[in-house]
């Protein structure tokens, strides 16, 4: 008899479920732990996307370079007489180059920041790619290049060396590594282009031709951590939101920065 009283001693012991109090513990340790993990896993994601966004802008930028090298030096430029092929915002790309440089070897997705995901797919960017057939790409990606709609003069580049600025009765001699030729397309509302404002601002949601808004890549909420830049020397690198001024004129259009 006393075995037996055992063996249900411990039966009954091996059954027994979780009281309300300890399944309330284990939650709490999972959501305590998820709530640690998930915002490193977001970081690291965000890493992941500003590096293969820093590929492609490398990719892009020397694709330009090499473009130039075999046009006497001169970049792409928009035909300023012409709207259908100039376009109209600062990431729009003249279409014969566009199909120049995919001939040479590039991807079309290469054109594209990985950080406007999930909203913007590689059905999307394929979309915008041949958004005005014959007459401009639309990219994810912004370029200073010549006679591009909206852009001010003082950012736009003619050729792969840097050309004298005008500033007033001065002339102003940048230099290449700190000139920008591509940047990542942080863009606000039309009108929204006061740097002491931007905080305000909305850089999540810019209606636009296409079916979905724009959005900007790289985003710490609903303000933008920053973005790439290629220089006109080839190298990319990262600048701060902080740091970004407005680059367009055009009080119609979305304001672009970087």
Request: glycine share 6%.
């Amino acid at each position: 008899m006393k075995r037996t009283s055992r063996k249900r001693a411990l039966f009954s012991q091996a059954g027994r479920a979780f009281t309300l109090i300890e399944l309330l513990v284990v939650i709490a340790i999972i959501a305590i732990l998820a709530a640690m993990l998930l915002p490193a896993l977001a970081q690291a994601k965000e890493r992941a996307k500003r590096t293969q966004c820093k590929n492609n802008q490398k990719q892009f930028t020397l694709a330009l370079i090499m473009y130039a090298y075999d046009n006497k030096d001169y970049l792409p430029t928009h035909e300023a007489t012409d709207a259908g092929s100039q376009g109209y915002w600062v990431w729009d790309f003249p279409w014969d180059v566009g199909m120049t440089l995919l001939r040479n070897g590039t991807e079309y997705k290469t054109y594209y920041c990985p950080g406007t995901e999930p909203r913007f797919t590689e059905a999307d960017w394929l979309a915008l790619w041949n958004f005005a057939t014959n007459n401009y790409h639309v990219l994810g990606y912004a370029m200073t290049l010549a006679n591009t709609a909206s852009l001010a003069a003082s950012n736009q580049n003619t050729k792969i060396y840097p050309q004298p600025i005008g500033i007033g009765p001065l002339s102003v001699m940048p230099v290449a590594t700190d000139r920008v030729l591509i940047a990542d397309a942080t863009l606000s509302l039309p009108g929204q282009d006061d740097a002491s404002m931007r905080s305000s601002y909305n850089f999540t949601s810019v209606p636009g031709g296409y079916s979905k808004p724009h959005t900007s890549p790289h985003l710490n909420g609903a303000l933008p951590a920053g973005g790439n830049q290629g220089m006109l020397d080839g190298h990319i690198e990262w600048r701060r939101f902080q740091l970004f001024d407005v680059r367009t004129v055009n009080a119609g259009d979305p304001t672009f920065w970087w």
